[in-house]
């Protein structure tokens, strides 16, 4: 791999509109496996993901732009920009944007790989089930527990 520049909006980017975009700028197939990087556009009252676990993955969330609610293990944290979230393999959590404004975040993922689930759940239709999707890639997503996170900040997918 040579040295090179990912210019600003460069990359493809995925996702709904009103919901969570994923700009993909490092694929782990590039780095044989070990760093996948996504920068994640939240668009205001935007929830990225149902709760989710990943068994294979930590990530690591630099926010780049506004405020960011993660919720792990059942505790609440917003993070600002310039912040750091470790989110580690095994542990529940989701993050959204409860603001009106929008944010990004740059997801550092160690090791890569987990940013191809990202461009399955960016792609599938509506009515598809994610769950076997996202069971290849060693996650488990929870709908239900989710609901009352949407209901209270008033979020949507997009």
Known sequence: MK???IRAGEGEI???PLGCRDRFLIDSKDWGGSLGVVEHLLAPR???APLHRHTREDEFSLILEGRVWFVA???EHVAETGD???KPRGEWHTFFN???EPARLLELISPGGLEEAFRVMDTASDDVDLGPLIAHYGCEG???ATLPIIEKYG???G
């Open 84 to 86: 750091l979230v470790f």
């Open 142 to 144: 929870d709908i239900d």
């Open 73 to 75: 293990d059942g505790e």
């Open 98 to 100: 409860a603001t009106d």
């Open 155 to 157: 979020l949507t997918f």
């Open 3 to 5: 040295t090179r520049v």
């Open 46 to 48: 935007a929830i990225a």
């Open 14 to 16: 995925l996702g709904p």
